[in-house]
Nanobody, 125 residues
Framework: QLQLVESGGGLVQSGGSLRLSCAASGFTLDYYAIGWFRQAPGKEREAVLCISMRGATTNYIDSVKGRLTISRDNDKNTGYLQMNSLKPADTAVYYC??????????????????WGKGILVTVSA
């Protein structure tokens, strides 16, 4: 059964760090782009970062530049989102997704075919 499971979320103080993992099972990540998305309370889901099959990254949010980094380890069939210098504004449910590619700002979700259930990240002030 094809499955994506996020882990590594939780509560952290402002300025702290977390690393989210996205473990795939039932298929290999080698042939998929991996995207991280987030949905803050009361807001629509937005794309954060995406990494292509070949490792090229796309950043969708200016405010995370230099703080959040996406990576992948195909040997472990896992994607990662390293989050440093976290701010209360980063509080959200974070979702990983995989698909054909990292689409443009216009509709990044269109490139994603499979989604995890999401994991909560809470950044306290």
């Amino acid at each position: 059964q094809l499955q994506l499971v996020e882990s590594g979320g939780g509560l952290v103080q402002s300025g702290g760090s977390l690393r989210l993992s996205c473990a795939a099972s039932g298929f290999t990540l080698d042939y998929y782009a991996i995207g991280w998305f987030r949905q803050a309370p009361g807001k629509e889901r937005e794309a954060v970062l995406c990494i292509s099959m070949r490792g090229a990254t796309t950043n969708y949010i200016d405010s995370v530049k230099g703080r959040l980094t996406i990576s992948r380890d195909n040997d472990k069939n896992t994607g990662y989102l390293q989050m440093n210098s976290l701010k209360p504004a980063d509080t959200a449910v974070y979702y990983c997704a995989v698909g054909a590619g990292c689409y443009s700002d216009h509709d990044p979700e269109a490139g994603m075919d499979y989604w995890g259930k999401g994991i909560l990240v809470t950044v306290s002030a």
